[in-house]
């Protein structure tokens, strides 16, 4: 009996395909950095497919993604510090956080490592935390610390996980591949539910 190919299923063999592409790398670096400051997309939907189609580079590729990201972080840290009037007032209203945005100054007196490094490895979106720390002046050398502990374990989790369980993983996620989807918009749901509340 012929199995029925959803666009799903096309779309992920796609990804598969240019996750072996010479240039994957340079995408991933570019997604990696551009979501921890403006891009809405979380690297992971790269970083996995990138693992499964080449295991035995998958601590390179969770560097490259995880050194992407906190370069990214830094440039998110400076819109805010520097450029929020400009640019990073529109990106905070895009998540539509401007009435409380105010009220965040206050705890990264308390707790702006720990912020940082739950976001890092949470579905919360890095970009609004990356651009709050700039806001806030958090010391830049915490944030940093925080980004690299927070992206490195979320990246290199992962790709320990599809490394050592690599084709089982694969099977796992072509069979479920619908509800995974779902499941990863609930999280991005909660993480914007998570961050009206925070606010």
Excluded at 58 to 65: D, E, L, Q
Excluded at 100 to 129: C, M, Q, S
Aim: with cysteine; net charge positive; charged share 15%.
């Amino acid at each position: 009996m012929k199995t029925r190919t959803t666009w799903l299923d096309r779309l992920y063999q796609r990804i598969i395909g240019l996750a072996s592409h010479r240039h994957a790398n340079s995408a991933l670096a570019g997604v990696s950095f551009a979501e921890s400051s403006v891009f809405p997309i979380p690297p992971d939907i790269m970083l996995i497919p990138m693992v499964l189609a080449r295991p035995r580079k998958a601590f390179w590729i969770a560097t490259v993604c995880t050194v992407a990201s906190v370069l990214g972080g830094v440039l998110g840290y400076y819109i805010g510090h520097e450029l929020y009037d400009l640019v990073g007032r529109p990106i905070i209203e895009f998540y539509h956080q401007t009435e409380k945005f105010n009220g965040l100054r206050d705890e990264y007196n308390k707790w702006g490592a720990w912020i940082v490094f739950i976001a890092g490895i949470t579905p919360i979106p890095y970009k609004v935390f990356t651009i709050a720390s700039g806001v806030a002046n958090l010391d830049i050398w915490i944030f940093v610390l925080a980004s690299i502990v927070s992206r490195g374990l979320r990246f290199f989790g992962i790709s320990l996980i599809l490394y050592v369980f690599g084709d089982t993983m694969r099977v796992f996620i072509e069979k479920h591949l619908n509800k995974l989807l779902l499941l990863s918009l609930v999280f991005l749901f909660v993480g914007y539910l998570v961050i009206s509340w925070w606010f």
